[in-house]
């Protein structure tokens, strides 16, 4: 497996889809075909710096149909 490959902004996107999405490299697709459960999200951070935690805003997800 081969890691993640990142953005132009370098941050890292998740697809998440039945079927892979055109242009995007395998290790950023997660293939999801369930049509009878809904899907839910979770994020863990670890940050030694609280500082930078308390300026910090969590990326949003975005529906693409």
Avoid: C, F
Wanted: net charge negative; aromatic share 4%; glycine share 4%.
């Amino acid at each position: 497996m081969n890691a993640l490959q990142l953005n132009a902004d370098g941050g890292i996107e998740i697809h998440v889809a039945a079927e892979k999405p055109v242009r995007v490299s395998d290790e950023n697709w997660l293939p999801s075909n369930r049509k009878d459960e809904e899907i839910h999200s979770a994020m863990r951070v670890y940050v030694p710096d609280m500082e930078k935690l308390r300026t910090w805003q969590a990326p949003k997800a975005v529906l693409v149909r």
